[in-house]
T-cell receptor
């Protein structure tokens, strides 16, 4: 069945460091790909998305590129801030039709000043 | 603020009891999803409704049920509660496209 694998956390970085959170998926067909973020004590928020191969999603300095050949959607940010401390979830939508997302286990990012 | 509301925010109950969690989707959103988030299982999809009809089922236990009402709000009913049902329960809504908007969650503690 469809699944997603995220790198294990926690990821601990200093402010202004470069961030990469790896995400790979298995799916039949070509799913839409999402990154959601969960700040402490809150629900999930959409961070960015890409709907087809080679698309780059971007938001708030974060980027991720839909790599069909490697079935990956790694999240990157050039310079993290303390306010980026949160849990990040990679999620493919296998049917591209607003059906249920398959969430990875989440990667906790902790940024210190 | 996503526009999705969930009540109550916290719920503490005992094993064997039954509880109802409520979700009001964003105005105009026809789809409602329920997810369970626990430390050991992560975030898991439970069930989806679209305009009052069940659309998809995930890892939802038989002790759990849900419905979506004509005004589009949804309720998740959890019965014969066990300690392992303690978790955060999220509701999300969608206008029918691919983006889901999550509520703040209901934290259920079963003692």
């Amino acid at each position: 069945g469809d699944s997603v694998t995220q790198m294990e956390g926690p990821v601990t970085l200093s402010e202004e460091a470069f961030l990469t959170i790896n995400c790979t998926y298995t799916a039949t067909g070509y799913p839409s790909l999402f990154w959601y973020v969960q700040y402490p004590g809150e629900g999930l928020q959409l961070l960015l998305k890409a709907t087809k191969a080679d698309d780059k999603g971007s938001n708030k300095g974060f980027e991720a590129t839909y790599r069909k050949e490697t079935t990956s959607f790694h999240l990157e940010k050039g310079s993290v801030q303390v306010s980026d401390s949160a849990v990040y979830f990679c999620a493919p939508d296998p049917n591209q039709a607003g059906t249920a997302l398959i969430f990875g286990k989440g990667t906790t990012l902790s940024v210190s000043s | 603020d996503s526009g999705v509301t969930q009540t109550p925010k916290h719920l503490i109950t005992a094993t064997g009891q039954r509880v109802t969690l409520r979700c009001s989707p964003r105005s105009g959103d026809l789809s409602v999803y329920w997810y369970q988030q626990s430390l050991d299982q992560g975030l898991q999809f439970l069930i989806q409704y679209y305009n009052g009809e069940e659309r998809a089922k995930g890892n939802i236990l038989e002790r759990f049920s849900a419905q979506q009402f004509p005004d589009l709000h949804s309720e998740l009913n959890l019965s014969s509660l066990e300690l392992g049902d303690s978790a955060l329960y999220f509701c999300a809504s969608s206008p029918g496209g691919d983006t889901q908007y999550f509520g703040p969650g209901t934290r259920l503690t079963v003692l």
